[in-house]
């Protein structure tokens, strides 16, 4: 898979000057920004399931430096239709979390469902997205420790401790 599917998803926060700043914003690709709303981690329902193939690992080491120095991701099918992606900083700690599920392709190549779960440890933020195919996306903003664990977003704190521990390597 091409390195341009590691920048699928994007998290902007817009900072002004003086007053409250706008409310945090998902970009997915080829999509318009989607207000984030406030939500539980747990009340976030996918639109794609978690894909039930077996993945594969992926490593790359030379990506943009805004990803990370390193990327570890899970691969779902073939075509994909799932990538769990977890960059790294400098020092192997864990910078980033994304899961992209339905990667917005049918099989005739029209815009499909698309979910998407982002977590930023850096700026400590998670965030949950679902664009139903041709329709407006929806995206949550979840307390970041309410994230880590939970069920409805396929466990992503257990889901980068295994990823790092089968694709990390040295």
Known sequence: MKRSLLLTLA????SQGCGSPPPPQFRARAQAL????LGKA????PLVAHSGREPRCEDLRDVPAALGSRVLSYIYGDP????????????GSVRSYSDMR??????GGGEGDLTSIS???????????NRPAGRAAEAV?????DALDARSLGEPRARMEEIVKRCGGS
């Open 11 to 14: 998290v902007g926060l817009p």
């Open 34 to 37: 989607a207000p984030a709303v």
């Open 42 to 45: 747990e009340d976030f329902a």
């Open 80 to 91: 994909q239709e799932q990538r769990i992606a977890v960059a790294l900083t400098e020092d």
């Open 102 to 107: 339905g990667m917005g392709r049918t099989a």
């Open 119 to 129: 977590i930023n440890f850096e700026q400590g933020h998670a965030f949950g997205l």
């Open 141 to 145: 903003r979840f307390d970041l420790d």
